[in-house]
């Protein structure tokens, strides 16, 4: 691995954060659709998401700088970091789908695929360095939580 930098750990996670908050900017008022929607069981109150997010937007930094920083094989660290940006891109997508675009249904199969883009980068993750990967559990368990309320909201809406 590459000396560590604080510095550009910083920047990878501000920048993952960023990917959030453009998202939160760009969805409107998603506060009072989220309150007009029926919600499924064990759907937290709108406040618990930006909190949830905010951890989980520094736990993709932390670990994309992982694997930004280490040394094995170009080939896998590229394959890494590509299913870093693609799941990122898909789960800034899933916020405009839903929120701005109120598009329940495709939402919902954009919250699969995103479950689906996050395990993927966690494997990718784990050939280059394991705990890059560990770091991404959480993420991976509330991408399939986000895939239940997305099925439940389309079904119940």
């Given at each position: 691995?590459?000396?560590?930098?604080?510095?550009?750990?910083?920047?990878?996670?501000?920048?993952?954060?960023?990917?959030?908050?453009?998202?939160?900017?760009?969805?409107?008022?998603?506060?009072?659709?989220?309150?007009?929607?029926?919600?499924?069981?064990?759907?937290?109150?709108?406040?618990?998401?930006?909190?949830?997010?905010?951890?989980?937007?520094?736990?993709?930094?932390?670990?994309?700088?992982?694997?930004y920083?280490?040394?094995?094989?170009?080939?896998?660290?590229?394959?890494?970091?590509?299913?870093y940006?693609?799941?990122?891109?898909?789960?800034?997508?899933?916020?405009l789908?839903?929120?701005?675009?109120?598009?329940?249904?495709?939402?919902?199969?954009?919250?699969?695929?995103?479950?689906?883009?996050?395990?993927?980068?966690?494997?990718?993750?784990?050939?280059?360095?394991?705990?890059?990967?560990?770091?991404?559990?959480?993420?991976?368990?509330?991408?399939?939580?986000?895939?239940?309320?997305?099925?439940?909201?389309?079904?119940?809406?």
């Amino acid at each position: 691995m590459k000396k560590f930098s604080l510095t550009d750990v910083i920047i990878s996670i501000v920048a993952a954060e960023l990917v959030g908050a453009a998202a939160a900017l760009l969805s409107g008022s998603f506060r009072d659709f989220y309150s007009e929607l029926v919600k499924p069981p064990l759907a937290p109150p709108h406040a618990v998401f930006p909190v949830v997010w905010a951890i989980l937007y520094a736990l993709m930094g932390i670990s994309a700088y992982i694997i930004y920083a280490s040394y094995d094989s170009s080939t896998e660290r590229s394959t890494a970091l590509g299913l870093y940006v693609t799941q990122l891109a898909v789960n800034f997508s899933w916020t405009l789908i839903f929120f701005r675009f109120r598009l329940i249904g495709a939402a919902m199969f954009v919250a699969i695929l995103l479950f689906i883009l996050v395990l993927a980068m966690i494997l990718s993750f784990r050939k280059v360095r394991p705990i890059a990967a560990w770091l991404n559990v959480p993420y991976l368990v509330w991408a399939l939580f986000a895939a239940y309320l997305s099925v439940g909201f389309s079904i119940l809406n």
